[in-house]
Antibody
């Protein structure tokens, strides 16, 4: 079974950078079997895809966020990370990491439990 | 950018059939997946490649996709099926979600 766990600050100040990590257990992030992604959900609203990375380093980003996001992989720690710059209150959301064996057919076979990030001074 | 449209809400009586639609331009040419999300929980994949059920998903869940509309059908709906449902597709190397449908079982 594959498990994902998000971690990072729960509170970020406006204009600063949001950084989250997703630690993977049950699979090697460098195995080439899975795509690794981030999805967020503002309170009371729907799901929004942020971006996805393959172990090779190929990335796919939401065009509306592309200028502010960066997703990377650390194979030595078996985790992948999200950086979102210049945050505003609109970036307040539960952030989920997820993985899929086939990004074309589904964004998440397995999901983390999610972590709430609030943007506030 | 590509858009997927879902009805905000659908109601169904226990034991009846619930149908949740997802519309998009030439959606039938793409693969659609569906996620169930209950309050306070992470989304759960309940259908992928239009018609495939992941292991552990009850047979009462089925899917279809043709033309501009994909449909998630729940036969013999149970109270435990009450949740938000999101459709999702892949277009131009991006993931697109529908706005979500709240399924009420009453």
């Amino acid at each position: 079974q594959l498990y994902l766990q998000e971690s990072g600050p729960g509170l970020v100040k406006p204009s600063e950078t949001l950084s989250l990590t997703c630690t993977v257990s049950g699979a090697s992030i460098s195995s080439g079997t899975y795509y690794w992604g981030w999805i967020r959900q503002p309170p009371g609203k729907g799901l929004e895809w942020i971006g996805t990375i393959f172990y090779s380093g190929n990335t796919y980003y939401n065009p509306s966020l592309k200028s502010r996001i960066s997703i990377s992989i650390d194979t030595s720690k078996n985790h992948f990370s999200l950086r979102l710059t210049s945050v505003t209150a609109a970036d307040t959301a539960v952030y989920y990491c997820a993985t899929t064996s086939d990004i074309v057919t589904k964004v998440g076979d397995y999901w983390g439990q999610g972590t709430l990030v609030t943007v506030s001074s | 950018s590509y858009e997927l449209t879902q009805p905000p809400s659908v109601s169904v009586s226990p034991g009846q059939t619930a149908s949740i639609t997802c519309s998009g331009d030439k959606l039938g040419d793409k693969y659609v997946s569906w996620y169930q999300q209950k309050p306070g929980q992470s989304p759960l994949l309940v259908m992928y490649e239009d018609t495939k059920r992941p292991s552990g998903i009850p047979e009462r869940f089925s899917g279809s996709n043709s033309g501009n509309t994909a449909t998630l059908t729940i036969s013999g709906t149970q109270a435990m099926d009450e949740a938000d449902y999101y459709c999702q597709a892949w277009d131009s190397s991006t993931v697109v979600f529908g706005g979500g449908t709240k399924l009420t079982v009453l």
